[in-house]
């Protein structure tokens, strides 16, 4: 082979591999940076202490620094999004809480988790009109047999369950139903705390562990069982 | 894959963290009503809703909801009232606390919980420019948001303290602070005496009874409300979502999370 055509084959793939070996570094980089963000998130959540406006400041400036690093990242734009959604208080906050999780939602569409964190921060924010209900209507399509998303789901649902739109109340219901089957307990409590144990306690005939005491207790006393 | 499986501990732990903090519950709510955090705009408060130290709640006419706080404490608003929880602390662990809660105008009525029980001292109250501290467990306290406020007590003791006076109201009795000046009698006295709208909110917070009591006062929350699932907050560390696989598993959802 001519020494031009090796040439070409060679120094293409050496572009390649120092593209590759670019991009491993940055990654690695990122998760560095990310693994000791999340460790000290975890840290404030198992022990539920509120961590200072410092280590806040830090652990949003690492991932944002990971962010720029792996810019197509939908698990940071997660994480980015539950940090600003710690402090709904101050507007720019909620704003970017929305934000982040949109940003993640384009980068992995099918998430029901994602879906359903777009609909808490819309909540949160107080924003719950048809792109709140669209978000939980989608996150239900998305993730009917996930537990959380169900409960997510069930909760806001039920708490704008007067004003829901016709299609948002049977996506809700759809997932008290499921949720009810999985796990009857925490679903009459969220249904108990908004007020609307009616729509759980219909359920509750097909729930395995129906016969718990306290879901009796809750739906029998307030004669809800159908 | 340890980086990836604290990522997903994080994020299944991320859902449960707005239950984390102290807070207080809406139990009851009829009509409309609306909390403001901070900066942020005004948004509509429904019944489920978590109330947190700094957020400003009020109700519109006609209306009247009930908060529950993590310690056991009620806190009711009879219609076109606004309070701020100014401060809210507490520790499920050592059943400690604070609170300073700010009624701007309108009628509230106030019960007690664990902090009350253990720490009366760190129990306060604001109404226009009284303070309020609770020696007791329960009582109705109304303002006109200027310089008009007043206090009864069906249960403990109250120290009421406008403009310089400072008065201990025991149960039965009341006080009305007006113009600089406060008056002392009995509950009904103090009652008979007050302007319309004062007897207005009064009669809104008798109207409250039943959902009060369905809160349950006094009794402090068994856990964080619920998202996702039923955690215990009394033991850190142990707020593991529940519901089988789902987020313990796969919190993010649509396959694995990665970091791309």
């Not at chain 2, 001292?121 to 226009?128: K, M």
């Amino acid at each position: 082979m001519p020494r031009a055509a090796r040439l070409a084959v060679v120094l293409p793939a050496l572009a390649l591999l120092a593209a590759l070996a670019l991009a491993t570094e940055r990654l690695g980089r990122a998760n560095g940076i990310v693994y000791a963000a999340a460790r000290e998130m975890a840290t404030w959540s198992a022990s539920g202490a509120e961590p200072g406006e410092r280590t806040v400041a830090w652990v949003r400036g690492d991932l944002e620094r990971a962010a720029a690093l792996t810019p197509a990242d939908p698990t940071l734009e997660e994480m980015l999004g539950r940090l600003a959604l710690r402090h709904p208080e101050r507007a720019e906050y909620a704003d970017a809480a929305v934000a982040h999780f949109t940003r993640a939602i384009e980068l992995r569409p099918t998430s029901p988790y994602t879906w359903a964190s777009v609909a808490e921060a819309k909540y949160r924010k107080g924003d719950t009109g048809q792109s709140f209900e669209a978000a939980l209507r989608r996150a239900a399509q998305l993730g009917p047999s996930e537990a959380e998303v169900q409960l997510t789901v069930a909760d806001y649902g039920l708490a704008i369950w007067d004003e829901a739109a016709p299609q948002t109340r049977r996506a809700v219901e759809t997932m008290v139903t499921s949720a009810m089957k999985r796990d009857p307990a925490a679903t009459l409590q969220v249904a108990e705390r908004r007020g609307r144990l009616a729509v759980a306690c219909r359920h509750l005939v097909d729930a395995p562990r129906r016969a718990d005491p306290r879901g009796l207790q809750l739906c029998g006393s307030r004669e809800t069982l159908s | 894959m340890k980086k990836l499986s604290v990522l997903l501990a994080v994020m299944a732990l991320f859902f449960v963290d707005a239950a984390l903090a102290a807070s207080a519950t809406v139990t009851s709510l009829t009509g409309t009503a609306q909390v403001q955090s901070g900066s942020a705009a005004p948004r509509t408060l429904r019944q489920g809703d978590e109330v947190v130290q700094g957020d400003t709640v009020s109700t519109g006419p006609g209306s009247a909801l009930v908060l529950k706080f993590d310690d056991g404490q009620v806190a009711a608003l009879s219609a076109s009232s606004r309070m701020q929880v100014t401060a809210y602390a507490f520790n499920p662990q050592t059943r400690t606390g604070n609170v300073l809660l700010s009624l701007v105008v309108g009628g509230m009525r106030a019960i007690t919980g664990l902090i009350g029980h253990n720490q009366p001292n760190n129990v306060n109250f604001r109404a226009a420019t009284a303070t309020i501290g609770i020696r007791g467990s329960d009582g109705d306290i109304v303002t006109d948001g200027v310089n008009k406020v007043s206090v009864t007590v069906r249960e403990g003791e109250f120290t009421f303290t406008y403009e310089g006076h400072t008065v201990n109201i025991p149960a039965g009795r009341g006080a009305f602070g007006a113009d600089g000046k406060v008056s002392e009698g009995t509950a009904q006295q103090i009652f008979n005496s007050l302007p319309p709208e004062f007897q207005r909110a009064i009669g809104g917070l008798e109207g409250l009874t039943a959902a009060i009591n369905a809160a349950g006062p006094g009794i402090p929350r068994p856990g964080p409300p619920n998202l996702p699932g039923n955690q215990d907050n009394t033991t850190p560390g142990n707020n593991q979502p529940s519901g089988g696989g789902g987020v313990g598993t796969n919190p993010l959802g649509g396959g694995p999370a990665s970091n791309q």
